[in-house]
């Protein structure tokens, strides 16, 4: 595949933008003529280029920068964060993504992360890359900022919300545990009191976070069955169709034989929503949906006010609104098990825009997908 992104560079002063845009219809018209010149089948490129694609994408969805992800090859994404930080973030990758971490992965004394797909995320401090700091890691902003005020004495926390505020009284330190993950719990960061006990969890999204959870797992036995029934009784406008990779399908609509980006699989059982968004953890995790800053921290008596974007407690605070979790099954050329469907819990604005899908992508009821 190397040789491939070498010839890729090759040839873009050929195309009009100076690189070869796979969402432009003539760039690739003029990809696909290059190519057969060479020898190349064309839809080795493709793939190439939609999984580095989808990683970086999965990567924004956390609530990665873009302007911190930066594609080495078809196969290494360089991720740059606080020097510091960088162990930490790559905990979090493997917790909130549920890749794996290689500590001899070679170029990096930290190792790499791995993705379903082989990629290897190296973590890069950014102080070494000519960018400004990346700023504290939003778990560790939020520790550090109760912790320093609560040094000297258990204090009372009010996070102040967009749309609630919340007041925790003798609080006399805060931990990150978000890379616990087991059991499916949810929590990020703990309120503690002067005796080690939890007072409060709490689960982190940073402002610009889309997605709720990578849910492989949690739904395996959904995606099996449906990728099974969308290749043999597929419904009139979704279906599945071999690729020229073995074993791995894409998601197109029958009646117009045209592709399908992804499938919105809609009105979740309130269970399922209950454990995507606050998890498993005692007490019952809050959310909060912030990137915190030193200016969202201020202290007054003995009261420490956390401004705090939208706060979670109950699903009636996300029901109906842009927050809403659906499940999105995706196509993934990693996934064979599944036929090459993926699936990620996102938010409800993350398929749609003034009530209508974003995209090519279709729904389903989540009882069509589980008869």
Wanted: a neutral charge.
């Amino acid at each position: 595949m190397n040789e491939i992104n070498l010839f890729l560079k090759k040839v873009g002063y050929k195309f009009p933008k100076g690189f070869c845009d796979i969402n432009d219809k003539q760039d690739i018209l003029l990809l696909q003529s290059l190519l057969e010149q060479h020898g190349v089948p064309m839809y080795e490129v493709i793939l190439v280029n939609e999984a580095a694609s989808d990683i970086k994408n999965e990567l924004i969805d956390a609530g990665y920068a873009p302007e911190d992800i930066i594609v080495k090859s078809s196969k290494q994404i360089r991720l740059l964060t606080k020097g510091n930080e960088r162990k930490s973030t790559m905990d979090k990758l493997v917790a909130d993504l549920g890749y794996t971490y290689n500590p001899n992965f070679k170029g990096s004394s930290l190792g790499a992360v791995i993705a379903d797909d082989g990629t290897a995320i190296i973590v890069k401090p950014k102080e070494r890359q000519g960018g400004l700091s990346a700023g504290l890691d939003n778990e560790q902003a939020l520790v550090d900022g109760i912790n320093q005020y609560a040094s000297e004495g258990p204090i009372s926390v009010t996070f102040k919300g967009e749309n609630k505020t919340l007041t925790y009284a003798n609080v006399a330190s805060a931990k990150s545990v978000g890379t616990d993950t087991a059991g499916g719990k949810k929590a990020d960061v703990q309120l503690l009191g002067e005796e080690g006990n939890v007072i409060a969890n709490i689960s982190l999204k940073k402002s610009n976070a889309v997605m709720w959870e990578s849910a492989d797992k949690r739904y395996k036995d959904l995606v099996n069955k449906l990728s099974q029934k969308l290749i043999s009784n597929p419904f009139p406008t979704i279906g599945l169709r071999k690729t020229e990779k073995e074993g791995i399908y894409r998601l197109f609509n029958p009646k117009t034989n045209t592709d399908l980006s992804g499938i919105i699989i809609t009105d979740l059982p309130n269970n399922e929503n209950e454990s995507i968004v606050f998890g498993t953890d005692k007490p019952k995790t809050v959310v909060i949906k912030q990137t915190f800053s030193p200016n969202d921290f201020s202290f007054s008596g003995s009261t420490l006010t956390i401004k705090s974007g939208v706060i979670f407690t109950d699903l009636s605070d996300v029901e109906g609104t842009e927050y809403e979790p659906i499940l999105v099954l995706r196509h993934d050329v990693t996934r064979t098990a599944s036929k090459g469907l993926r699936p990620i819990v996102y938010n409800k604005s993350h398929g749609y825009k003034d009530g209508n899908l974003k995209g090519a992508q279709s729904e389903l009821t989540y009882a069509q997908a589980v008869a």
